[in-house]
């Protein structure tokens, strides 16, 4: 059997469209599930559908021999994992967005940005020179812009349309990012031959 790591939501949804269009279908509607794993009838993939921030610890540990993740998480994590495959799917952008007027290029002294993405954020601003004091939080990013608690936020954004709903504006984009197919060391060594066949039927639908 082999398990894949999938996140809820958009991108289960998507996978899910990849896998049948390969040929791979499970049982009973797995989207509308409140059921965190999935078999396809004949048993021999399972599905676990976690949080997208947990995929690649999911992968890398051996708890899933693959996964979906999305590139802005492989680069902020930076997980020890095969990458075989860019399935196209889930794009979004991570941007530095700001305040409605507010340049965040003419702020004298340290910027402070507020982000999800520490990691990607600091190397970002040390290419570019720029100081910066980075405020990690893990949800309501456009928040805190908005009560003076930094000057800025770096966030994932597909449609823009939260930065709008909250009076914020983009400034530069960062990265762009679209899911990938994730696999264990480890299981790409002791599950070979399943898992390039597996790799292979869905690289031939993309």
């Known amino acids: 059997m082999i398990t ?9 949804t998507e996978t899910l469209g990849l896998l049948g269009k390969a040929g791979i279908r499970f049982r009973g ?9 999935h078999h396809s009838p004949d048993r021999a993939l399972r599905i676990l559908a976690i949080r997208s ?20 998480l492989i680069e902020e994590q930076r997980p020890d994992l095969y990458e ?17 007027g507010k340049d965040p290029g003419v702020i004298s002294g340290p910027l402070t940005v507020a982000t999800k993405y520490p990691r990607i954020t600091e190397s970002f601003f040390s290419i570019t020179g720029r100081e910066v004091e980075i405020v990690k939080l893990y949800g309501s990013i ?5 009560i003076e608690m930094a000057d800025a936020i770096v966030d994932l ?22 899911a990938r197919l994730v696999v264990n060391r480890a299981s790409f060594r002791l599950k070979h031959p399943e898992i390039i066949s597996l790799t292979e039927r869905i690289g031939g639908v993309l």
């Open 157 to 178: 954004v597909s449609t823009g349309r939260t930065l709008k709903a909250n009076r914020l504006v983009e400034v530069e984009t960062i990265m762009e990012s679209t």
């Open 142 to 146: 456009e928040l805190a812009p908005l």
């Open 4 to 12: 894949i790591a999938v996140p809820k939501g958009r991108l289960l």
């Open 84 to 100: 075989p495959l860019d399935l196209g799917i889930g794009y979004c952008r991570l941007v530095l967005a700001a305040p409605e």
């Open 53 to 72: 921030q947990d995929v690649n610890t999911f992968v890398e540990r051996g708890g899933a021999d693959m996964g979906v993740v999305g590139k802005d």
């Open 29 to 37: 509607k797995v989207e509308e599930s409140r059921k965190l794993i």
